[in-house]
């Protein structure tokens, strides 16, 4: 627990070491050829983490209801381990998405009376040593789990916590935009990691929620369209919905 | 002077709240009612890092909107953000002569009618975690016995947040805090739903929330969650208020 001297202090914004870090990693990927859209903008995410993170692979898995899709894998290999808690209906990204938080186990074979039996026996072989699973939540709507994987039994110092949530926070971003550029994009706007913690946002989602009649992914998924089709920011948004405004619904009535 | 037998009935309060299952924010909400009262401040916020480089707001002893904008402003500047930087207390900072070092923060303050703050680092061992900002309406210094029961409150800030968690495992601070920090979203969420459906504030929203939840013996942050998921509380409220 010494690690804290390379950690940046919050409030810096834009400039944080881990934003920094990840438009680099970021900078350096490419998705395989044959992948475009939501697809190669979240393969992206996946390679820059494990390349930046010292992993063995990342997965973003999609969770909607009772349906899973795993979306994006580093590579094939990942894409295999990214199957197997499914399987067996048990592991550590199914527990960071049933508890809306992350599970972070820096040995799989060290945990104490075994959590996942199933899970780890299904995974033996594989090479895997340590798991990270970031759920991908915008309050109370889940979208899925960012799970990185680790050869070696370590615990991630807290820049690498802060780049993996920063990665995550890419990976929301994209999904919530379902394209590829946004995650460049989304790194190169300073205003991006102060916005997400803006109160003001969430609440306005609540309340065009109830003004359309609509989920709150859409809700969010329209105060988005609406400030991009403005030229505002979603602050800007969230404030004219507090005010009293209403947007118009899906289709445009 | 703090009156004993009130400080003695606060501290058994939110003691009381750390029961098992209880719910963070409240209990945070309680944190910072019970520090205002201590201090004779106006305002009482606690703010979190959230690992990715912002400080972000939890819980205030009012929900009024103008200061929940004025605690989310020092994300960028102010005392909070100098206390959770360097980790020591930023004490009796007079507003009005602070507009230089902190020219948004500062302005904004005054015209809430604030003049003086002071901020407590959370800290957990050798981290710091967040800070708890009091702001008063008069410039008063705090004297030495608000100052060591406010430090005492920001511990139990501190020690709600990590439960019995942290103490463990290093890997619990990272989980705690992010479920921590998604919870209130979630409540946010919850706040702009009610306010919209039965035509009231956002800060009156947030207290039927938790009247609610007192009421019914349930976690706020499951009620928040009950209400944007349309699983019948709202309708319960909706029904309770009319």
Redesign the interface.
């Known amino acids: 627990?010494?690690r804290?001297d390379d950690q940046?202090?919050?409030?810096?914004?834009r400039e944080?070491?881990?934003?920094r870090l990840a438009r680099a990693a970021m900078a350096q990927t490419h998705a395989d050829p044959s992948l475009s859209g939501l697809a190669a903008g979240l393969q992206r995410v996946c390679r820059a983490a494990t390349a930046s993170l010292g992993l063995l692979g990342a997965v973003v898995h999609l969770i909607t209801g009772e349906r899973e899709a795993l979306v994006a894998s580093s590579d094939e290999a990942s894409r295999r381990l990214g199957e197997l808690p499914f399987e067996v209906g048990e592991g550590p990204c199914l527990e960071a998405f049933a508890?809306?938080?992350?599970?972070?186990?820096?040995d799989l074979m060290l945990m104490g009376p075994p959590r996942w039996p199933g899970y780890l026996s299904a995974v033996d072989g594989h090479g895997l040593r340590a798991s990270y699973s970031?759920p991908l939540?915008?309050?109370?709507v889940r979208l899925g789990v960012l799970d990185l994987y680790g050869a070696s039994p370590r615990?991630l110092t807290?820049t690498e916590?802060?780049l993996a949530?920063?990665f995550a926070?890419v990976a929301i971003e994209t999904l919530l935009d379902g394209s590829d550029g946004s995650s460049v994009a989304l790194l190169d706007d300073p205003q991006v990691?102060?916005m997400h913690?803006?109160?003001e946002i969430?609440?306005?989602?609540?309340?065009?929620?109830?003004?359309l009649g609509v989920d709150?992914a859409e809700a969010l998924a329209l105060m988005r369209a609406h400030a991009f089709g403005r030229d505002v920011t979603l602050l800007d948004v969230a404030r004219l919905i507090?005010d009293g405004e209403r947007l118009l619904g899906p289709q445009g009535g | 002077m703090i009156s004993t037998s009130r400080l003695s009935d606060l501290f058994v309060e939110v003691a009381d709240t750390l029961v098992d299952d209880f719910d963070l924010i409240d209990f945070l909400h309680h944190v910072a009612t019970s520090a205002a009262e201590i201090t004779s401040s106006t305002a009482v916020g606690l703010m979190l890092d959230d690992q990715e480089g912002n400080l972000r707001f939890m819980a205030a002893s009012s929900e009024d909107a103008r200061l929940l904008e004025l605690f989310q402003l020092q994300n960028a500047e102010g005392p909070c953000l100098d206390a959770h930087r360097t980790g020591e207390e930023v004490a009796d900072i007079v507003i009005e002569e602070s507009v230089e070092r902190w020219p948004v923060f500062a302005p904004r303050a005054a015209e809430l009618g604030l003049h003086s703050a002071h901020c407590f680092p959370l800290r957990l061992r050798d981290q710091v975690i967040g800070a708890m900002n009091t702001f008063r309406a008069d410039a008063r210094a705090m004297s030495q016995e608000e100052r060591r029961v406010a430090r005492a409150l920001a511990d139990l800030a501190t020690i709600g947040l990590m439960q019995e968690r942290a103490l463990r495992r290093a890997e619990e601070l990272t989980e705690q805090l992010q479920f921590a920090l998604n919870s209130r979203i979630v409540i946010e969420q919850a706040k702009g739903v009610v306010a919209r459906t039965l035509d009231v504030g956002v800060d009156q929203a947030f207290g039927m929330l938790r009247a609610y939840a007192r009421q019914h013996r349930l976690r706020l942050t499951d009620v928040a969650r009950d209400v944007v998921e349309d699983r019948g509380a709202l309708q319960a409220l909706v029904d309770s208020a009319t």
């Open positions: 627990m010494d804290h940046t202090p919050a409030g810096d914004g944080h070491t881990s934003w508890l809306a938080r992350p599970i972070l186990v820096p970031f939540l915008v309050g109370a615990s807290p916590v802060s949530l920063v926070r990691g102060v913690g803006r109160l969430y609440q306005a989602q609540g309340m065009v929620k109830v003004d709150l507090l």
